[in-house]
Structure formats: structure tokens, C-alpha cells
């Protein structure tokens, strides 16, 4: 069989080192080379894969490359690139399941730590939404809106319909800036705002917004932005409803002056 596939002696003692010590004794163009095999069983598939490790930089940096970068090193194909994007959404579909259900998230680090594998290295902005029952146990996790390179789009309506079919009483919320700095933009400002005014009007609490960035995050509830905006919203409801104090008892001064009644 060697005689026939010089490359299947070489496959085979990466099979089995895995298996004995699985993917801490590897380079990363040996992950990528045993991930090659998928697509191309019969095929030596080292030098593609060390190739796209010189090209892309990383492991990481290759399993969140689209089908068109990776087809541009030689020797890599539809299969290959179908198998790799195959591994990493069922990858981040396990971490997904593995963490509904459980009280995992305790800090803005812990759900960094969990979704930087599935948002680091997006080329486009990408909004989740964390929902969560009263003991903080994670319900559901969901992707409301894709955006383009610098602005996602999102709508307080679609979080507060989305918390109600989860029958969730509070939320985090998750997105990632391409550029690789987590430092929140004006508009990142301003939705996290309208979105916790409106968890107030629902009654649904907001935990957190945190931006993922290249290693890094910004968690709008450790800079203290969250609970500014809680008292924001407080103070508002609170003018609002001595303005609305006010309007009526001039009301009511202007019917009395005219001889009406209540």
C-alpha cells in the first residue's frame, strides 16, 4: 500500500500520534495537514498545508479563511475547504450545546474565552445575543444580524422577540470587530444604550456587551456603561413621569377655570 501512496506511512504515524497524545504534540500545519486528509484521502497533503500556514499566519487565522483563500494555495480544493469549514461549525456547534443549560458564564472573560474561537478572525461584524433565566443559566445563544466590515445592524425588537421565545429574563451581548480593536465606536455606544432601555421597558436585564477583538475584549459592564445607562433610563422615566405629573394638574387647573369637571 506505501508503494502505491508514499504518503499513507506518513498519515498514518499523525493518525496515531493524535490518537495517543491528541493535538498538543502538533504543529499547526500538521492539524491542517490531518484536516487536508479529509477532503484529499490519497493525496500528500503536507506542503499545502504548510503552505497555508505560511500564507495565512496561524491556525486559527486558516480555519476562519474562506473557500477562496484557502483554494489559492495549490493542491487544496472544494473538498478541503468543505472539510475544514465542516470542523469548525461543528466545533463551535459543540461549544454552543455544551454551554446551554449550564450556569458557565460568571464573567465577561469566560464568554470571551468561549466565543473568541467562532469570531476571532470574521471579516464582517457579527451580533449574538446570550440569553439567560434567572439563575444566569445560559438558554439559548443566538446571531441576530451580520454586518458589514465597520457596523452591524440590529434591532431591539428582534432581541426582545427572541427573549420572550426563550422565556429569558436577561441578556449578554456579544460582537466582534474585524479591525482587531475592541475599543466600542459611537454606535456601539448608542445601540447598547437603546437595547438596555429597552430590557427596562421589557423587564429584562441586560448583563453585559462585550466586544471581541485580535485577543482582546471590552466588556461595557466592567467600564461601567451598563449600569450609566440603567440610571439613565431611570432618570428619564422619572422627568417623564413629573412632566406627565405636571401636563395633567395644568390640565386640570384649565377645565376647573372653565367651570368643567373631572
Known sequence: MNAEN?????RQRLREKFLKSGLGAFHDYEIVELLLTLGSPRRDCKPPAKELIQKLGSLKAVLAASDDELQQVKGVGPNNSFGIKLVREVASQYLK??????????????????????????KKEVFKVIYLD?????????????GTVDASFVSPREVVEGAIKHHATALVFVHNHPSGSPRPSNDDRLVTRD??????????????????GDGRYFSFA??????EYQTDFVNLKMRGTSENKRRVHRAKAGRENQGEYL
Open 6 to 10: 508514499p504518503a499513507e506511512g506518513h
Open 134 to 146: 434567572s439563575q444566569n443559566q445560559v438558554l439559548g445563544i443566538e446571531e441576530l444580524s451580520q
Open 97 to 122: 450545546e455544551k454551554a446551554v443549560g449550564k450556569q458557565v458564564f460568571s464573567s465577561a472573560k469566560e464568554i470571551f474565552d468561549y466565543l473568541y474561537v467562532s469570531m476571532d478572525g470574521l
Open 195 to 212: 437595547l438596555v432601555y429597552t430590557g427596562n421597558i421589557m423587564q429584562i436585564k441586560v448583563l453585559d456587551h462585550i466586544i471581541i
Open 222 to 227: 466592567a467600564e461601567g456603561l451598563i449600569s
